[in-house]
């Protein structure tokens, strides 16, 4: 699995979480909402120091991370965040790996 950040996206985080470099920006699964891969879970995300990474990609000093409870949600697929640029929220795309 990776995870894949696209520049609107990068823009999005520095804009609206403020993220810097050295910050970690966690994705997780939340109970509740929908998503491709899983009924009644949806994708989450925070700002905060990680516990046990499973997967992780740096940009620009900021690092995008999985932990390894969570790793479950995303089922052998990649992580691509985009941005819906009518709505100026970010946009989660699953492909298999």
Do not use: C
């Not at 990068?10 to 910050?23: L, P, S, T």
């Not at 390894?68 to 995303?74: A, K, L, T, V």
């Amino acid at each position: 699995m990776k995870i894949v950040i696209s520049d609107d996206a990068m823009k999005w985080f520095h804009e609206e979480m403020e993220a810097e470099q050295g910050d970690y920006i966690k994705f997780f699964a939340r109970y509740g909402g929908s998503s491709p891969l899983h009924d009644g879970f949806s994708l989450g995300i925070t700002k905060e120091n990680p516990d046990e990474i499973a997967v992780e990609t740096e940009m620009e000093g900021i690092h995008f991370y999985v932990e390894n409870r969570d790793f479950w949600f995303f089922d052998d697929h990649d992580l691509h965040v985009d941005i819906d640029q009518q709505l100026n929220e970010l946009t989660y795309t699953y492909e298999k790996a």
